[in-house]
């Protein structure tokens, strides 16, 4: 079946723009994840969705960084008034449940701030 | 907090030999602990994963046993291929959240 999705693959933007990142998640998985993987921090977590319940947001690295999911299925990650550290692969991940559940990546989204 | 830490590579290994990449963890509770593969221009993938103490993952030939007393996840091999060329991360999830921590990855480079 059809894996995790993302768009675009590549954004470039100037500093101080916003960007938005979408997610759609394998059907029927009720959890999603966001991560950020640059060259100086490794793989981070950013936020997480399960079902209706609040989102975990303990990763966003500033109030620049928000994401919604709307409906329980596509997931947006919104980065305001971008800057160059800002740069990174932007990825999602997606699970049947939190529990132990194995999580499945897409490709992800390559954003480079100039 | 929770953390991961694995051996730096690069690692380049000829073709046939045995490969290790070593991961130890710190944790406050009873994590799941994975390995996941990240090939040249590709997404993560999982590639093993064990969710106990003494539990095995196994997958593709390579083999990883969930060390309690040690706090470490050990990644094995016995014979590598030029196609196993990629980066390597080790992670853990808690029970609660279930959100990864990952460690900062090893590049693996197998000449033929």
């Known amino acids: 079946g059809a894996g995790v999705s993302q768009s675009p693959s590549n954004k470039v933007t100037e500093k101080g723009k916003d960007v938005e990142l979408r997610c759609d998640p394998i059907s029927g998985h009720t959890a999603l994840y966001w991560y950020r993987q640059s060259l100086g921090q490794g793989l981070e977590f950013l936020i997480y969705f399960q079902g209706n319940s609040a989102p975990d947001k303990s990763g966003l690295p500033s109030d620049r960084f928000s994401a919604e999911r709307t409906g329980g299925s596509v997931s947006t990650l919104t980065i305001q008034r971008t800057q160059q550290e800002d740069s990174a692969v932007y990825l999602c991940a997606s699970s049947l449940a939190t529990l132990r559940e194995t999580q499945y990546f897409g490709p992800g989204t390559r954003l480079l701030v100039l | 907090g929770n953390s991961v830490t694995q051996m730096e590579g690069p690692v380049t290994l000829s073709e046939e030999a045995f490969l290790t990449i070593n991961c130890t963890y710190t944790a406050t509770g009873y994590p799941s602990l994975f390995w996941y593969v990240q090939y040249p221009g590709e997404g993560l993938q999982l590639l093993l994963k064990a969710t106990k103490a003494d539990d095995k993952g196994s997958n593709k030939g390579f083999e990883a046993t969930y060390r309690k007393e040690t706090t470490s996840f050990h990644l094995e091999k016995g014979s590598v291929q030029v196609s196993d060329s990629a980066v390597y991360f080790c992670?853990?999830?808690?029970?609660?959240?279930?959100?990864?921590?990952f460690g900062g990855g090893t590049r693996l480079m197998v000449k033929p």
């Open positions: 992670a853990l999830s808690e029970n609660a959240g279930n959100m990864l921590t």
